[in-house]
């Protein structure tokens, strides 16, 4: 189980990623912006592929894609209450 095998996997695919592992847990951080996510067969292919390379779980960050046109981060407000 290595992030580079994944991300390596994930690159053939077509779904070029940088993935960090927290244990069994993969994040995916795009490389490029673009819909590819969006399309549940490559959603499928890629836990599919997580769970090959030994991971239990797949996390997808976007906050690094996600800009406004000044180049701030565009995104959800999170609340503590």
Do not use: W, Y
Request: hydrophobic letters at 50%.
């Amino acid at each position: 189980m290595t992030a580079a095998t994944l991300e390596r996997a994930l690159a053939s695919l077509g779904v070029p990623c940088v993935v960090e592992a927290e244990h069994r847990l993969a994040i995916l951080r795009p490389k490029v912006q673009g819909n590819s996510f969006a399309k549940p067969a490559v959603r499928a292919r890629i836990v599919a592929l997580a769970l090959e390379h030994g991971f239990t779980h797949v996390a997808l960050d976007l906050a690094d894609v996600h800009t406004t046109g000044e180049g701030e981060r565009a995104g959800a407000v999170v609340s503590g209450d």
